[in-house]
């Protein structure tokens, strides 16, 4: 069945100047010629110290960004990297909170090239993502535009959902149903658009389909967060199509070239405005060519106070553990892994629009019921959800090959059972509402090509089965199987100044659907005017539970041009395809999590993307800093179109398809002022509607910006910040405007190194919100009977052991 896949894809991309704080040249000879790269390899070899006292580093990350291949540093700082093909390359030395050095040299056959780094402090550094290319390469150089959080970037702003992480940079919001349920928005992108990742697999979870499903992803449990702003569809598929959040756990950072002995992170938080209270630990211990890895944590959050008072039920918690075995030698390695997250949180205010569907139970119950509600007396429901997700994953590959095409071959498979109940709760009682059920086995197999000269790339295949299953009030959608395959390829070219990049990706997704339930079919809903209690405007008709297959094409083209030795001008143009989802086809009835009364259509369309991206990016000891321009076209736009009528309380939405344009800007700078100090800058605008009516399309977020100061002394580094929103105005037609604001907080860090550099303390104490204000975020579904956490104090201890 694979053959209908075959691709075949020229790609080129390429890798910018990069930034360095010190760049040395090597003038060993010329750069060999590709016949000479076949023939023989060369040894880079060098050590690390921090800048002062020159205690060696360990655990730094060294890149030679040039072919993605990465060692780290061992406890004399010292690092080697073997069987490299002669040229010209670029080496990057990295680790968090400290700057990044890069040094050119030429590695010629059968010589080592010895270097030596001196890594500072500084709160600007290069950020390293796999996310954009599938090997490692560094933000700067990537084609698309990529935003990494590392350890400590998470510790200083530690919260218990992704949302509340990463709405702070720029071109992400967040969408959220209360406090425990927050997940990214990229560019205005959303739900099904938006896909969320653990060590480059899916998760598996179902938050992407209702605005009150949350990601059990604890953010004090990764070791880094990429977000890949833009159409990922390539690389990862068609729900990938507005972006990929990318979360990565510490073991996965050592998972193919492990260093030796014990190494790990501990990460203590706790707030106040909501009495958030967290820790996590991870660990890996490698001996040999054998690595295990185990760790876990827990936190928790009460209702969180606004300036208005307390919103209830609006507490949560997370638990995770984790842990796994593996083998990595020189040629191949082998790992297996178990994860397993749980969190419940509370949904505030959804218990009053269930209050529809509770008048009617108490109707058919009979007096024995009647009794029983008297007895609990005026007792108030909520609505809670409980969730579990459960993950094997198995990888294995091979590596180093002296001869053919490959330069290595990579297969990973995820086993993943998640399951949420969504609880009604009275008092200490409760009761399952509706059950979720999705089962997912997912595989990836990637196939890196051995770099000829300046050609280098990757072809891949991918595959998906997926069995939903709900059962329920809210069980909207009948059971479905899905089953997804593609084939991609890229090529990436480097003609000097200019690099190029083309990729090409076919998939397919087949749907095939079970019955609803016996009587759901036949039940008769009509929607109601507003205002009225019986009055019957239409039949709504039950989608049909038909099979449905797509098959779509997605391809692009990169252009990366060096202006200077520190800028670059980028730009990436790509055709893109998404498969409708589930919901999107198949739901029928009350949703509470988006309140709606949804609608599905069975004869929706793929989406067909035209993008454009383009980018200016300088990095420089005084500047760094990028400005992002994109535009991009949708023929077949799915999305809920909100009536007038009104059932069970909700207003009636339904599924329909039109063109539509997104178009905006994210921009991100760091300047230094004086000495040490520096002034940070970020921007977000998106402007997001349909094309043929003019309507701007539902929860899009602001204007948004921020800007702060970096004030170092010494170790401790202060940071006042403001952040501002502009008001939105430009709304769906069931939308409410939403005020401007603009937000204080401060942050004072202190790190300490250990004497050897194999352990760093983070200590940060933050103020957020600290006039008070009352403001509220435009993609919340509560934004309107609840504001945005008022004024409190975080503190965080995080512990790097390397």
Do not use: C
């Amino acid at each position: 069945m694979w053959n209908m896949f075959v691709v075949i894809a020229l790609t080129a991309g390429g890798l910018s100047l990069s930034v360095a704080s010190t760049v040395e040249a090597i003038p060993l000879s010329s750069p060999a010629t590709p016949q000479e790269t076949v023939a023989a390899s060369g040894e880079i070899s060098g050590n690390v110290v921090l800048a002062g006292d020159r205690q060696p580093l360990h655990g730094v990350r060294v890149l030679i960004i040039d072919i993605g291949r990465s060692v780290v540093t061992d406890e004399q700082g010292s690092f080697r990297i073997t069987d490299v093909p002669p040229g010209t390359y670029r080496i990057l030395a990295q680790r968090e909170h400290l700057a990044a050095e890069t040094q050119e040299v030429v590695v010629i056959r059968g010589e080592t090239v010895e270097l030596r780094f001196e890594l500072r402090f500084s709160p600007v550094h290069e950020e390293i993502t796999i996310t954009a290319t599938g090997r490692e390469t560094t933000a700067f150089e990537a084609f698309n535009s990529v935003s990494t959080l590392d350890s400590i970037d998470l510790a200083e702003n530690m919260a218990g959902n992704l949302g509340d992480v990463l709405e702070r940079e720029p071109g992400i919001a967040k969408r959220s149903f209360g406090a425990g349920n927050g997940r990214p928005i990229i560019r205005g992108f959303d739900g099904d658009r938006v896909l969320i990742m653990q060590d480059g697999i899916r998760s598996g979870d179902v938050s992407s389909q209702s605005g009150d499903h949350g990601v059990s992803i604890d953010p004090g449990s990764l070791q880094r967060v990429e977000v890949l702003k833009g159409p990922a569809t390539l690389l990862y598929g068609s729900n990938a199509v507005g972006g990929v959040v990318n979360t990565i756990t510490p073991h996965d950072s050592y998972r193919y070239d492990p260093p030796q002995d014990l190494h790990g992170q501990v990460t203590l938080d706790g707030g106040t405005a909501n009495e958030q209270l967290g820790g996590n630990a991870n660990f890996q211990y490698a001996s040999g060519d054998w690595m295990i890895w185990f760790g876990g944590g827990a936190r928790r959050a009460a209702d969180y106070d606004t300036p208005l008072g307390t919103v209830e039920n609006s507490d949560s918690s997370l638990r995770n553990a984790r842990g796994g075995l593996g083998y990595f030698g020189d040629k191949g390695f082998a790992s297996v892994g178990y994860t397993r997250e749980e969190a419940r949180y509370g949904v505030p205010f959804a218990s009053e629009f269930h209050a529809h569907h509770e008048e009617e139970d108490h109707d058919d119950h009979g007096e024995e019921e009647e009794e029983d509600h008297d007895d609990h007396g005026e007792e108030e429901l909520a609505i809670d959800l409980d969730q579990q997700r459960q993950a094997i994953r198995i990888d294995a590959g091979l590596r180093g090959f002296s001869r053919g095409p490959l330069e290595s071959v990579r297969a990973s498979m995820n086993f993943v059972d998640y399951w949420h109940q969504e609880l009604e709760v009275h008092e200490e009682e409760e009761e399952v509402g509706t059950r979720f059920d999705n089962d997912t086995v997912i595989g990836r197999l990637e196939l890196n090509q051995r770099p000829m000269g300046r050609l280098s790339g990757q072809i891949g295949l991918w595959g998906q089965l997926r069995d939903f299953v709900a059962v329920g009030e809210e069980a909207l959608a009948p059971p479905a199987e899905q089953t997804s395959l593609a084939a991609f390829a890229y090529e990436e070219v480097d003609l000097g100044r200019v690099k190029l990049q083309l990729g090409a990706r076919i998939e397919r997704n087949d749907y095939s659907v079970a019955e609803r339930e016996e009587g759901h079919e036949h039940e008769e809903h009509h929607e109601e005017e507003e205002g009225e209690d019986h009055h019957d405007e239409e039949e709504l008709e039950v989608p049909e539970a038909t099979p449905r297959d797509f098959t779509g094409v997605s391809g692009s083209m990169g252009l990366h041009v060096d202006l200077t030795d520190t800028t670059a001008l980028v730009g990436n143009f790509t055709r893109s395809y998404r498969a409708p989802a589930l919901e999107e086809l198949y739901n029928f009835g009350p949703h509470v999590g988006n309140l709606a009364f949804e609608v599905g259509n069975p004869d929706l369309n793929a989406e067909k993307t035209l993008g454009m991206d383009l980018s200016v990016r300088h990095q420089s000891q005084s500047f760094y800093g990028q400005a992002n321009f994109f535009y991009y076209d949708i023929e077949g736009f799915v999305f809920p179109d909100f009536t007038d009528e009104f059932l069970d309380g909700l207003r009636v939405a339904k599924f329909v398809q039109g063109d539509s344009r997104f178009v905006g800007l994210d921009a991100s700078g760091s300047l230094r002022l004086r000495g040490n100090v520096r002034l940070n800058a970020g921007l977000g605008l998106v402007d997001a509607k349909l094309t043929e009516s003019n309507t701007p399309l539902p929860r899009i977020p602001p204007l948004h910006a921020r800007l702060g100061l970096d004030l170092p002394v010494q170790r401790l580094t202060l940071r006042p910040e403001l952040v501002w929103a502009a008001r939105q105005d430009k709304i769906f037609s069931n939308e409410t405007a939403t005020d401007g604001y603009a937000v204080v907080n401060f942050t004072a860090s202190y790190t300490a190194i250990a004497r050897g550099g194999e352990a760093m303390h983070v200590f940060t104490l933050k103020g957020y919100n600290l006039g008070n204000t009352v403001y509220r975020n435009h993609t919340s579904f509560i934004k309107d009977l609840a504001p945005e956490m008022g004024r409190g104090v975080l503190l965080t201890w995080a512990l790097r052991l390397f």
